[in-house]
């Protein structure tokens, strides 16, 4: 005897876990989340659609559609097979997460854990009020234990960096764990080492900007430019008033690059010039000293028997 379910299209229900809309929908392109709940309607009923069909039913072209399927395979939300793909139970990739021995920390574990202080777990509810509307995913307690062991935050850091990804519109872990990664990095523990931090972030923003509007650049400065005016500023402990010395520099070069301004920057540090006066005082000492090694190279070429050529040339002989 074969038992069917008479199921209307005009009233039936496609069911979305709350997994996907927790987990993996912030993070997912609109496209892509596009693609998905269609391919949630038709696996429920077990239709069959070439990725052409997908691409006219969703009205996508159909490289973004083969695009969402690479993007679930990787995120580990469907699996690839030779006819296609299974779209995974999220409940249960959840719980086998969670629940595996030795991989991970079941969230009852991670709230015990979390309880030994009582200022972890005031701040853990908290951010599950503030930025989750009172359901935070239990695989976050797993992550926010592990930011806590790894990083060794104070409470407030945490709460801090789960407000900045908030404010930045990216509340998902790659992002989290990238701007925790970076926090540790500079070794950021308490909220004074934040707002140190913050200050100088702050600062090297400032310069940039400055930077780009004396240079006559409009386009937003590159990751590896950045990284320059971030080693002036944070490492030098150089402001505009130097680093504006060295874009002077830059005048007589048709397209100066920040290669160039680095070269001129580090050798100033290099010989331990902290302040503008010193880097002036140090730029005209080496302006007179080179003039005279030129009026004195002029003078003396003349009278260089073959005795001599050994002293020829006068720049390195005057730099001893």
Not at 227 to 250: Q, R
Not at 275 to 302: C, G, H, M, P, V
Request: glycine letters at 4%.
């Amino acid at each position: 005897m074969k038992i069917e379910k008479n199921a209307s299209l005009l009233l039936g229900d496609t069911e979305v876990s709350d997994i996907f809309i927790n987990e993996y929908l912030t993070e997912a392109d609109g496209d892509f989340v596009k693609v998905y709940l269609y391919c949630l309607f038709l696996a429920k009923h077990n239709k069959d659609i070439a990725l052409v069909d997908l691409s006219k039913k969703t009205g996508l072209q159909l490289d973004r559609v083969k695009a969402a399927i690479e993007y679930f395979n990787k995120v580990g939300i469907t699996i690839p097979t030779e006819r296609g793909i299974i779209l995974c139970d999220l409940k249960e990739k959840e719980v086998n997460r969670l629940y595996t021995p030795k991989l991970s920390t079941s969230p009852e574990d991670a709230v015990e854990k979390l309880n030994r202080n009582q200022k972890r777990t005031s701040v853990i509810n908290a951010i599950n009020n503030a930025f989750f509307q009172g359901i935070m995913s239990p695989a976050w307690y797993n992550d926010i234990a592990t930011i806590f062991d790894k990083y060794n935050f104070d409470e407030e850091v945490v709460y801090s960096l789960f407000n900045y990804c908030y404010d930045k519109r990216a509340l998902h872990k790659n992002y989290l764990f990238t701007v925790a990664e970076a926090w540790g990095l500079n070794k950021i523990q308490t909220m004074s080492d934040l707002d140190v931090y913050y200050q100088k972030y702050e600062k090297c923003n400032k310069l940039k900007k400055s930077i780009s509007k004396k240079l006559g650049i409009t386009r937003k400065l590159t990751e590896y430019e950045e990284a320059y005016v971030d080693k002036w500023c944070i490492e030098f402990g150089y402001d505009m008033d130097i680093i504006e010395v060295a874009l002077k520099k830059t005048t007589s070069k048709t397209n100066p690059s920040f290669e160039y301004i680095n070269k001129i920057i580090c050798s100033w540090s290099e010989k331990g010039l902290k302040s503008k006066d010193e880097i002036l005082k140090y730029i005209e000492q080496t302006k007179t000293k080179n003039e005279f090694i030129k009026n004195n190279k002029t003078a003396t070429s003349a009278y260089v028997n073959p005795e001599q050529k050994e002293f020829n040339d006068l720049d390195k002989f005057y730099a001893n």
